[in-house]
């Protein structure tokens, strides 16, 4: 009797069909953090970082399989074993692996695992989660009849092997940690986050996580370190040339017309594809999008937006569960739209109070529309937010000609706005303001999906045949700040002219010139960076949008106990 109460071999029910096999990598996130195994395992995330780049590098030569493994009653005696890159599971166990290097003499097998960076020099000579790792697989090896009573840990860049015995001891912390993993995944309920944990900036999910936001919307004390601010070189590129074709050309995308290349961009440099009007694109180009899940959008030639094509989408199953019980609830709905129509009138006011350029004084819109977001509060059902929502919207674009620089020198000044029309446009402002809200809409749908939503159900916006109400939702308190405003700055600055539209039969619409100027000022305003008023750090609006539908999730999932809404300052 050595003294210590070891965890109990209690057996584990063998797996049925349709229950997945939990990989030796999760055991090793939990022990990390029991948060980030919840995240990658339970609901599917993931995101590239420069370590987990680095690491598949480093792995390039390992996961080329080699050599052979013989069944454990075939290995003769004196027999040497080295197979590379060798997958083996356990349903006994629930378990399975992918062993980097499989060494073994004597009727002895032993696990290699190849880590990237130095040895550590702490307790034991790794850290345990690596160590948790490389005993599953050993458990694994034992419970296809191999002797494994120890493993190998091989640090690439100090080239370095840490021997790991399977003791007792490690034994019952692998034990627990896949007890502790199958627990909280049948429990359904996310760990807490760390605080202040040295982990978080080398995580590749902290912008996912957002553990420093979670904690201070939660607590209100430490204010976050800027972890979710990621930069992405990447971006957009649009396509709208009549006939224009797209061709996958290595890590390249070739844009022809009429057979005559015009552009070649890399791959690696492209967010999403928007194809507007009469576009072709190839097959292989297609897969190879989806394969990089840069979504495909289309739209028509007017820039109206019909939907996207993406691979098979986010694994959150449990983020939609809790979307759709959360639109079911009338309660859920009412407080959410409260919030984001009085986000909306809050900004309304701050544009209203910027761009100011009227002769008269901005007192009288500015005292409406803050009586209009004093009655938000006082809203019953959705119906009555409505109202006060239109009232609020009537006058700020009736002061929306207040905002626009007039050219006093020409008697013929196209840029007249008396007040908002739609469907169709009557003039080269409201052109404008729709080409901007469908621009936006496609934006915020794709960000929305690519989180885990369903983006056709809505909360405040009520389902309709296909609306994508959700990111109608979403977008309500970034119209004025990101659509509005760029409309603004593309005619206070000139970007487009009068000469930019094309009108007929009581319509109006951009030239395709006059779109992509207006493109290019749209996409600015989103990488446009601001201060979070929250969160105190730096932000693209860009970035701000994915931000803000993880948040929506992390209340719908009832981690936050109210969905904290976005307000410049």
Known sequence: MDGQQHELALPFPELTADQPLLPARMINEYVYCPRLAYLEWVQGEWADSGDTVDGRYKHRRVDVAGGDLPAADEIESGERIHARSVTISSNRLGLIAKLDLIEGSDGQVQPVDYKRGKRPHVAHGAYDPERVQLCIQGLILEDQGYQCESGVLYFSESRERVPVVFDAELRDLTL???????????????????????????????????????????KQDTPPRPLAVGISESLPMYVQAHKAKIAKSGDNLEVTIDDKLVAKPRLAEISQVILQGNVYMTTPTLHELMRREVPVVWQTYGGWFLGYTAGMGHKNVELRIAQHRGAE??????????????????????????????????????????????????????????????????????????????????????????????????DPVNALLSFSYAMLTRTFAIAATSVGFDGYRGFYHQPRYGRPALALDLMEPF???????????????????????????????????????????????????????????????????????????????????????????
């Open 329 to 426: 609830d009338e309660s859920v709905c009412l407080a959410l739209a409260k919030g984001w129509v009085r986000a909306k009138l809050v900004n309304s006011r701050v544009m209203l109070r910027r761009n100011w350029r009227g002769e008269s004084s901005v007192d009288a819109p500015l005292a409406q529309i803050e009586h209009s977001i004093k009655t938000v509060a006082r809203a019953r059902n959705l119906a009555e937010l409505l109202g006060i929502e239109g009232n609020g919207a009537a006058v700020y674009f009736g002061a929306f000609a207040d905002l626009l620089k007039r050219d006093k020198e020409s008697a013929n000044f196209s840029f007249d706005f008396t007040h908002r029309n739609r469907r169709p446009p009557a």
């Open 176 to 218: 627990s940690a896949i007890h502790g993993l199958r627990g909280i995944a049948l429990g359904g309920r996310i760990p807490p986050p760390l605080e202040d944990s040295p982990k978080c900036p080398r995580c590749s999910l902290v912008s996912i996580c957002l553990p420093d936001e979670i904690n201070f919307l939660q």
């Open 479 to 569: 119209r004025p700040l990101i659509a509005d405003s760029a409309v603004l700055q593309a005619i206070n600055n000139g970007e487009v002219r009068p000469t930019d539209f094309v009108g007929g039969a009581g319509r109006v619409n951009l030239s395709e010139e006059g779109r992509k100027r207006f493109i290019a000022t749209f996409e600015r305003r989103l990488s446009h960076e601001i201060t979070h008023p929250l969160f105190g750090y730096k932000i693209s609006y860009r970035r701000l949008i994915e931000l803000q539908c993880r948040l929506l999730g992390r209340f719908l999932l009832g981690e936050l106990r109210e969905n904290p809404n976005f307000t410049t300052r």
